[in-house]
């Protein structure tokens, strides 16, 4: 009987602690997210040729696919990609001119295009992802 009080009283302040970080920032890998954040802007459905905050040509990543798929840049810009899915994915492009890590969501990856032409990347992690960068 003593036994089993011991355990029933270890399980409450399990319980009990677990429940006293609900609102904490969540970590994840160098990224902290804030999930009690308020955020207005609808970034699932981006404009083509979409900027960020810096002013930068933005690719968002939601359900599993690039979002614009293609976008038309100049020589000299940076894109930004943000995943803004639960899911992980990266952006490689197929002729090894960039590549990110594996991108958890609230993560981003830039990458400047110095020279004019047609770039197409993909997911690796899931084949049926992929997107166009023209640069003129």
Do not use: K, Q
Request: aromatic residues 6%.
């Amino acid at each position: 009987m003593r036994h089993l009080t011991a355990l029933l009283l270890g399980l409450a302040l399990l319980v009990g602690c677990a429940a006293d970080d609900v609102d904490d920032p969540v970590e994840t890998d160098d990224t902290t997210v804030d999930e009690s954040a308020d955020d207005d802007t609808d970034e699932a459905d981006p404009e083509p040729d979409a900027e960020n905050d810096a002013g930068d040509p933005a690719v968002a990543i939601v359900g599993f696919s690039f979002e614009p798929a293609t976008i038309s840049i100049d020589v000299g810009d940076t894109v930004l990609w943000i995943n803004e899915d639960s899911a992980r994915h990266n952006v490689t492009s197929d002729d090894d001119v960039f590549a990110s890590d594996n991108l958890a969501d609230g993560e981003s990856f830039t990458h400047i295009f110095d020279e004019a032409g047609t770039f197409d990347y993909v997911c690796t992690l899931h084949s049926g992802m992929s997107g166009t960068v023209e640069v003129s």
